[in-house]
């Protein structure tokens, strides 16, 4: 059987990918996050006392299984957004919020350890994505593809404003963008983005000290057009996104605008490209990705970064790319070659 790992809300692409499993009889089970935490499923691992190794089994309804019918994992998602602030209350001192706080992460430390234990469990299953390979360590992605040969714009880590001003100064034109995972974060009349955005000397007069925490910056290329390439299992799908004919959508094409969307359209790679590209996957030991590259307007392809978990449902509607119905024969497959294996 297939396990899928992934979370309930917000989450339409394992809705899909679970459709062509079910067209093609393929027997699997989501394990949400949430479910974790909320009652709904009840996961038991023990050690084997013959074998001394971890195994686990997995009741919901009436559903139950142990790990060793399991043949094949997707990795899609971890847990909700709600879990991470399962323990909260409104707080009545600053004490009491640090201590919620500390809780909860706590509280994520712990659900993490069991995807890391149902990670070793299921180590000599096929994998399409792995939670130890889930987060995406830009300064260590960046040094492999430099290593590798592949373009990337002059980048600046610093918590310095004099430092930062010498950077801009060299390069005219920088943004800024999380070293994370980028994103907006709401209050309730406001909100702050940590996507790309522009950084100039206008925007360093704007700060009130000479000092912030540790930022990413980089030399902004001039942009033909964006491209995001899905990369499944030596597979590339290689798509241009036409940003530049839209101000809000410039800097970076996640400035979604609805009523002007960005032309999309599949492109052919440069077969030096493709090949680094395959070298940099093996390397990073990634048999999945969403990966950003910029074509400048000279021509030349600059790599920014990837995201192993990164969406790839709007492209593959709007391009009939069917990456949900590859992802679903790649996990047929590997579940029966597993079982034949076996008998």
Known sequence: MVLILSRESA??????????????????FRLNGEDLVN??????????????????????????????MINAVW??????????????????????????EELNRHHQSEIRAVYNLIEEVLKDKYWLNQPSKSGSDKFKVLKVAKQIGFKIPNTLITNNLNHLSDFIHTNKNCITKASKEGGLILGSDFGI??????VTHETLLSLSQDFFTPSLFQKEIRKEFEIRVIYIE?????????SQSNEK?????RHYDDEKPNRLQLISLPENLVQKIILLMERLQLNFGSIDIIKDINGHYYFLEINPVGQFLGISDVLGLKIEKIIAQILKENDEIKRIQEV
């Open 11 to 28: 989450e339409i692409t394992t809705d899909v990918v679970m459709d062509w499993l079910h067209y093609y009889d393929v027997k699997y």
């Open 39 to 68: 009652g709904k499923c009840i996961i038991n691992f023990h050690l084997d006392d013959t074998k001394t190794k971890w195994y686990f089994t997995v009741q919901y309804e009436d559903i139950f299984f142990d790990s060793d």
């Open 75 to 100: 990795f899609r998602r971890s847990f909700d957004w709600d879990i991470e602030k399962r323990f909260w209350e409104p707080p009545s001192t600053i004490e009491h919020y640090k201590f919620l």
């Open 193 to 198: 983005s940590t996507m790309t955005n522009k």
């Open 234 to 242: 030596n597979q590339i799908f290689a798509t241009g996104i036409f």
């Open 249 to 253: 959508t410039k800097v970076d094409y």
